[in-house]
């Protein structure tokens, strides 16, 4: 089993990183994915919607279909799908040549965290990036 980064890791993680593609990113505010990124654009990251079924901008920004289309740099794809789909998310993720993949909390997918690890990303499963970011760094970037 694919072990998660210690907290100090995640930490520098969040503090380092600019640019966030939100897979499964919904266009409803009343979905934990659309609260989630919300919050993570509230405390100055930029989000990159990723659903190939938005045509309309979400919370300002153009969506994408994956994450190999976006032109800007990537530092964490985080991931709102089912488990049993993350592998061709994972793929993804490392064809856009993202730095980190990070499934949310109550995400795991061995499979795809060994495909992301091989290929050099962070891995981070079973977490909730808000959470993270809440508890380690206070909620404010550092």
Known sequence: MIENPGDEQIRQLLSEA??????????????????IAKALQAVGYRIFPVNPTLSEPVLGEKPYASVKEIPEPIDIVDVFRR????????????????????????????????????????VIMDRCIKVDHAILLRGGRQ
């Open 18 to 35: 600019k640019n966030i593609a939100v897979v499964g990113l919904s266009a409803n505010p009343e979905r934990t994915s659309h609260m």
């Open 83 to 122: 488990s049993e789909h993350c592998y061709p998310v994972a793929q993804d993720a490392v064809e856009a040549g993202a730095k980190t993949l990070w499934l949310q909390q109550g995400i795991i997918n061995e499979e795809a965290a060994a495909l992301a690890k091989e290929a050099g990303l962070n």
